[in-house]
């Protein structure tokens, strides 16, 4: 090769070494400003960038304009968020005013001399306020667990206190009852939020208690595992047959057999809830004739 053959052949490596080391820097930059795209949408911050079609790839820009989307349906979910905590809002305080004056008169209504016909409306129309109480209750609780506007705030302590103070709830009912309640002594702990799931626990007592016959018993104890610590409350109470455990948690589900005692059906799809919240689950174990135990998991860690 000739000497001017060399040169040429030199001139092109340069030149092409040129061109890569020019898209190299070139990509570098594309590379950075996505990343400032993502750092800013994660921060929450608007993605929008200046863009230079000259410079930066179709792949940028389509980038910033999905963030940009993102940003605004963001937004939009949390105005939707901020609507329906309002609405729970005023339901809950616009219900709450009337069932109480119901009740009131219903007190009222049964201090005065009444038929016995009289006196039956009156308690029907009592229970019936307290049930529709109760439902509400029960649906701000729920939906402001399913919207976010409550969350749970789990950390790590003994189980102990909590469930003393679910049992002492309902002791006198128990008592009232004929039913013993029973809460073993307990040194497990675990990663949990007190409020809701002493919440969860009362809903659990409140059926045990409400379903058991008069001499029988209510147990609540805890047992720790490796991974989950186990809340049981198991009852001597009618039982559950096999066909209705997986539905008992649904919203409003009550099983035929218990139809006609007091409730709204909420009581388990709450507990559900709250367990799935903090990163546990609740079972049931039952057999017709032979009670009905609830467990309710909590992560140890």
């Keep these: 090769m000739t000497r001017e053959g060399y040169l040429l052949l030199a001139a092109a490596l340069l030149a092409a070494a040129a061109v890569i080391l020019w898209d190299r820097r070139r990509l570098g930059r594309t590379f950075r400003s996505l990343e400032q795209m993502l750092d800013r949408a994660m921060a929450g911050s608007s993605p929008e960038a200046h863009l230079d079609e000259s410079r930066l790839s179709a792949v940028e820009t389509r980038l910033a304009h999905y963030l940009s989307a993102e940003a605004v349906s963001a937004q939009s979910v949390a105005e939707e968020r901020d ?16 069932v109480a004056n119901i009740l009131l008169y219903v007190q009222l209504l049964e201090e005065q001399e009444l038929t016995a016909e009289g006196r039956a409306c009156a308690s029907a129309l009592e229970e019936q306020a307290k049930k529709l109480r109760l439902l509400m209750e029960a649906l701000v609780k729920t939906s402001r667990l399913e919207t976010g506007v409550l969350a749970l705030h789990p950390a790590p302590g ?142 140890r860690g």
């Excluded at 609507?83 to 009337?98: A, C, N, V």
């Excluded at 610590?229 to 001597?236: A, G, H, N």
């Excluded at 609740?282 to 004739?289: A, D, I, Q, T």
């Design 83 to 98: 609507r329906i905590k309002t609405l729970i809002g005023d339901i809950s305080h616009q219900t709450r005013t009337p």
């Design 158 to 299: 003994p189980l102990s206190p909590m469930l003393e103070e679910a049992a002492a709830q309902f002791a006198p009912k128990a008592a009232e009852k004929g039913v013993s309640l029973t809460l073993k002594p307990t040194s497990a702990a675990a990663v949990f939020d007190a409020k809701w799931t002493e919440e969860a626990v009362c809903n659990l007592l409140d059926n045990a208690v409400k379903y058991t016959p008069a001499g029988g018993g209510v147990t609540v104890e805890a047992i720790s595992y490796e991974l989950f610590c186990r809340i049981d409350v198991t009852d001597t109470g009618p039982g559950i047959p096999e066909g209705e455990q997986a539905r008992i948690f649904g919203r409003f589900y009550r099983c035929a057999a218990v139809s006609q005692e007091p409730g709204v059906g909420i009581g388990l799809y709450l507990v559900r809830q709250i367990a799935q919240g903090q990163g546990g689950y609740v079972k049931v174990s039952s057999r017709p004739g032979q009670g009905a135990a609830f467990s309710l998991y909590l992560p």
